[in-house]
């Protein structure tokens, strides 16, 4: 069995910098299926947002607001995961 490297964790965007609401998503032995996970967690918030009537153009904003904000802890050397940036791709 292979050791786990990478934890995903989330911040929520709502309270901003207040690590009370931080919680652990799960362990990952790669970074690749980290950032997958990072990726999932925001397309299902993004299609939850849709589905509840938030407007294409108003998304991004939503989800700076009141979205989760996952990141990858462990090994640097890849670079590091954004949801900012991943958004911006999406929206």
Known sequence: MS??????????????????????HGEFSTYEEAVKACERIINEELEDMR??????????????????????????KNGY???RRYINKLV
């Open 3 to 24: 050791e786990k490297r990478y934890i995903v964790m989330i911040d929520d965007n709502f309270h901003y910098m207040d690590e009370d609401h931080r919680h652990k």
């Open 51 to 76: 589905k509840q009537g938030v407007e294409e153009e108003k998304l991004s904003s939503t989800w700076s607001m009141f979205g989760s904000d996952p990141f990858i802890l462990g090994d640097t």
């Open 81 to 83: 995961f954004s949801g």
